[in-house]
């Protein structure tokens, strides 16, 4: 009942990777992204705001159509990537990845720009003052201040990119030891004959590893609200 099979050891380690991949990449855009929503004004900020978090609200499905539409092999981008880069998405666990990047990207970007606008300007205007560089003050002030915030972002990131599934059927398919994650392999478990043990226990440690991807964001936050009091 309990011991998990090669297959399932498989989709899970390639979830993680997946995921783990997927948060780091996401990472610096999603600080740069964050920043520039909280520290800048520009034309269009709304609506860069709403294309950020288009993915939160469109049906998962959708987003993966658009990929494969994109940087499908005969896509607009990746038939160009595939000719002369040799760079090919669908189909591949880098393609997971790079779907459960883009759905995880508003959960990354939310906390880390409510920590950056936490973070109070007349410490990063008193740097200024003493001849850091733009570049410096958010190294050495803004940053290490919203870290929690931070951290908090690439941890819900990282629940979501786990169990991320429309997005990534569509666009890398559900292909076992490629693209096969904890989902979908979920997925293939129901549907054949004699799977309810198997896709139990995948449930089973999926809902492990998202409590525990949930508690720590939440210590996170909290650690950035006693930062912000100056406790």
């Not at 995921?19 to 740069?32: E, Y």
Request: charged fraction near 15%.
């Amino acid at each position: 009942m309990f011991e998990l099979s090669p297959t399932e050891w498989t989709a899970i380690q390639l979830s993680l990777r997946v995921a783990t991949v997927a948060t780091l990449v996401a990472t610096p855009l999603g600080i740069a992204v964050a920043w520039l929503l909280a520290r800048r004004d520009f034309w269009g900020k709304s609506i860069a705001d709403a294309a950020i978090h288009l993915p939160l609200v469109l049906p998962p499905v959708v987003t993966g159509y658009l990929l494969l539409l994109t940087l499908g092999r005969r896509g607009l981008v990746g038939s160009w990537l595939a000719d002369h880069l040799g760079i090919v998405f669908a189909f591949r666990w880098t393609g997971a990845a790079l779907a459960c990047g883009i759905m995880a990207f508003p959960l990354l970007v939310r906390p880390i720009r409510l920590s950056i606008e936490a973070v109070d300007r007349r410490l990063e205007q008193a740097a200024g003052t003493l001849g850091a560089a733009p570049w410096q003050v958010f190294l050495t002030v803004t940053l290490p201040l919203a870290l929690p915030g931070v951290l908090a972002g690439m941890v819900l990131g990282f629940a979501k990119a786990i169990g991320e599934f429309g997005a990534t059927i569509t666009f890398v398919s559900n292909i076992p030891g490629e693209t096969q994650t904890i989902s979908s392999a979920i997925y293939s478990l129901i549907q054949t004959p004699d799977g309810d043990t198997a896709a139990l226990r995948l449930v089973v440690v999926s809902v492990l590893i998202a409590m525990a991807a949930l508690v720590a964001s939440e210590w996170f936050a909290r650690r950035a609200l006693q930062r912000m009091h100056g406790n």
